[in-house]
């Protein structure tokens, strides 16, 4: 089974409107961390935000801000005013406190239109 | 001051070769990674290093070798280089609870 799976390849949004992408994943180890990267055209990996699985609170940070629902393992990152320097790549990530690996999802490429 | 550095950033050779792509990190992290991105993007764990010694081999040629001098430096050699082998790696580092930090890749394309 798929430990990360994002089901969007490909997202559309207006600029200045916010949107969520989406990402699930599938664990049995009670602690484990969820991330999210970015990546540009230009190909650098950005970190943007972590959620750990024991955090009562939903991680933000400044525009970004993640939207964890442990009972459904979902991840969803949501970015508000959304701005043209935000297209690009956007990768989910998790990894189990059992483990050193970080499972990667496939991906959802962000398009914001003026 | 680059957190995790890795040369050379194009490389570009012909089939046969054997390439080397070296990686530093001064973040004082324990476990370092090699990653290959696709075409399609897709990030894929090639191996880890913990303090030095391997910790995750996952199903790659035998053509590729990774080596750690030390707990800073992971590089990463390729023999007999083949077309597949053209994609974007990336070493990467983490200590626990912390993040995974990537270096800005290296573009492979073999010819």
């Known amino acids: 089974a798929q430990k990360i799976t994002q089901t969007q390849p490909g997202m559309f949004v207006q600029e200045k409107e916010a949107v969520t992408l989406d990402c699930t994943y599938d664990?049995?180890?009670?602690?484990?961390?969820l991330f999210w990267y970015k990546q540009p055209s230009s190909g650098e990996m950005i970190f943007l935000i972590y959620q750990g699985s024991y955090d009562q609170q939903n991680a933000t940070e400044g525009r970004y801000s993640l939207n964890f629902q442990k009972a459904r393992k979902s991840a969803n990152l949501v970015i508000s005013a959304s701005q043209l320097g935000d297209s690009a790549m956007y990768f989910c990530?998790?990894?189990?406190?059992?483990?050193?690996?970080?499972?990667f999802g496939t991906g959802t490429s962000l398009t914001v239109i003026p | 001051d680059t957190a995790v550095s890795q040369t050379p950033k194009y490389l570009v050779t012909q089939m046969g070769n054997d390439k080397s792509i070296k990686c530093e990190q001064n973040l004082g992290h324990d476990t370092m990674y090699w990653y290959k991105q696709d075409s399609k993007k897709f990030l894929k764990i090639m191996f880890s290093?913990?303090?030095?010694?391997?910790?995750i081999n996952e199903t790659v040629p035998n053509r590729f070798s990774p080596k750690s001098p030390d707990k800073a430096h992971l590089n990463l050699h390729i023999n007999s280089l083949e077309l597949g082998d053209s994609a974007v790696y990336f070493c990467?580092?983490?200590?626990?609870?912390?993040?995974?930090?990537f270096g800005n890749g290296t573009r492979l394309t073999v010819t």
């Open positions: 990530a998790m990894r189990e406190r059992a483990g050193n690996q970080f499972y």
């Open positions: 290093y913990n303090n030095k010694e391997l910790i």
């Open positions: 664990t049995s180890d009670p602690s484990y961390g």
């Open positions: 990467a580092s983490s200590q626990l609870n912390s993040p995974l930090h």
